[in-house]
């Protein structure tokens, strides 16, 4: 019986299972493999929750959303830090859960509302982003769908269109390295 290393058409198809991140692609906000700037501080998700119900009254994901794109897509906590931490706001009685089409809306308490005015004007969402550039990160997110794009055209193209598809990432590889080619001081040359 052969398993799945030994057949070497098995192995091929292997190749291109799995998620962007396998190609070296992004994968997460923060990148699992460096990448040009900074990497994005850890936020403050207890402190950002409370920040974030002074304003409205919303739902976990609601909140994920809202620090996604204030921080131009540099820190979107994941559900596992998210909910953790609005439970124990709400164990400390910091806040409220309403259970609201079978969704929790969560909103602040009198001692919440305390509690985030002892934190000032000063947001969360700009420790997680001060001195970042989010065009890092806009550049480096936007290489995963170019990836899964490819892995769609390697599985299911014909041969010919795959043939274009490798003409088409080196066309695009060429460009880039044209870009960085220029001089900084007239982007209008190449």
Not at 20 to 48: M, T
Not at 170 to 179: H, I, N
Request: aromatic content about 6%.
């Amino acid at each position: 019986m052969r398993t799945r290393n030994q057949n070497p058409e098995s192995r091929e198809r292997h190749r291109w299972d799995g998620p962007p991140e396998y190609f070296g692609f992004g994968g997460g906000r923060r990148g699992r493999r460096g990448g040009p700037g900074r990497r994005a501080r850890r936020g403050d998700v207890r402190a950002a929750a409370l920040a974030l119900l002074t304003e409205r009254p919303m739902h976990g994901y609601e909140m994920i959303q809202e620090l996604e794109e204030r921080t131009d897509g540099v820190w979107r906590p994941s559900p596992g830090a998210v909910y953790p931490a609005l439970q124990l706001l709400e164990d400390q009685g910091l806040v409220t859960a309403d259970t609201e089409g079978g969704k929790r809306l969560y909103a602040l308490t009198e001692s919440g509302r305390e509690e985030a005015t002892k934190a000032g004007d000063r947001k969360p969402w700009d420790d997680v982003t001060e001195g970042i550039d989010p065009t890092q990160f806009r550049l480096r997110d936007s290489l995963g769908p170019i990836a899964v794009a490819a892995r769609q055209v390697a599985l299911a193209g014909t041969p010919e269109q795959q043939t274009a598809a490798v003409e088409i990432l080196a066309e695009t590889r060429r460009k880039l390295y044209a870009l960085l080619a220029e001089d900084p001081a007239d982007p209008g040359t190449s």
